[in-house]
Every structure is written in structure tokens, then in C-alpha cells.
């Protein structure tokens, strides 16, 4: 009994591991020759055509942010129309806000992934099941067979950069990933906070309890 009792949770650990997760930054990339200071004052900018998920993904990301001690702007704030604004106005709302920096997000590729699980069989050892009735009953749910199992599930790319505004050079670059992504808001959550740890270790974002 006990055998098979662990035999399930064994399976049950392996076919969580193809559900869904969260976000994860897998690569990055920061400027050397910046040097600082670290922003204090961030336009956040979801590169998307879904309105919706623009304003789920901003305001996500710049709760984030001020959980952090940091100012964030949305760019829905601004572009209320979410229509492609000009280099002068982006300027612009730089100037008027006080910006020193924009992050950036958009979805770069979806692709899916199969998972195969080959049909196992564990059995008692020998010659548990022999000598009585018992020993056989003991055997026979010591048996387990799995059938094996396909399952397929999508992995979700996300580009995010940094810019500074001085110059409008990036100064950080990172892929995450996400697998089976179905809520927008938890995961616009669970990406957020991923890119600002990223930002904090590089030293780009000092939260106000360090400052």
C-alpha cells in the first residue's frame, strides 16, 4: 500500500512539472559603461496590440515598481487612445513627467512543447507474494503500472528592455519565460517582479528601504 502511495505521488510531482509556472528571467544583458545613477522616475510601455492586456501588464509592473519606492508612469496614462506616438512626443511626456527611464515588454515568440512520459511497471520484490494468501495480497498492491502519458503545454517568450532618457540608449535586456500563461494579471505580476529583482542586483532600481 505504502509503495503505491508513494508510486502516485512520484507521478503527480512529474506531471506537475509540465503545468503551468510563472515568468522566469533565462537570459540578460546590462550596459558596462552605465554607470549610474539608478532610476528613480519609470515610464512603463507594454508593446501590444490587446488594450486590455496593455493596462493589465502597466499597471501590474508599475505597482511593482512603487512597491519598490519607485515612480512609475503608464503609458496608457498618456496614451489613453493607444495609438503609436511620435519621438516628439515621447519627449515630450518625458519632460513634462521627469522620466529617467522607460521599460519596454513585449511578447517575442509562443511555441509549444510535448512532454512524453513512457509506460512504467513496478512490481513487489521477489519473493514478497509467496507462502500465503497474505503474501499475495500484499504482492498485488505493492503492483503499480503507469500507463505513460503525452501532454502538451506552451512556452511564452517576453522581451524587456531599459532605456535611460539622456540618450534613449538601452541599458538592460532580458528574456523571460512562462509556460501555459492564463491569467494576464497574475503573470504581468509574476514578470514584474522578476525583471525588478533583475533591475535591483544590477543596480538600477535601489528600493527606498536601501536608500
Partial sequence: MKLRICLAVALLAVVAMGCATGPKVVSAWRDPAYAGPAFKKVGVVGLTPNESSQRIFESAFAMKLR???VQALTAYEVNPA???MTREEVDQVVKDNGLD???TARVVDRKQEVQVSAPTTVVAPYPAYYGSYYGFYDYSWGYYHDPGYVYSYEVVSIETNVY???TFAIVWTGMSETTDPSNVGQESEGLADGIIRELISQGLIVPSAAK
Fill in 82 to 84: 493607444h495609438v503609436k
Fill in 101 to 103: 527611464a522607460i521599460i
Fill in 67 to 69: 512597491e519598490q519606492g
Fill in 164 to 166: 535611460e532618457t539622456k
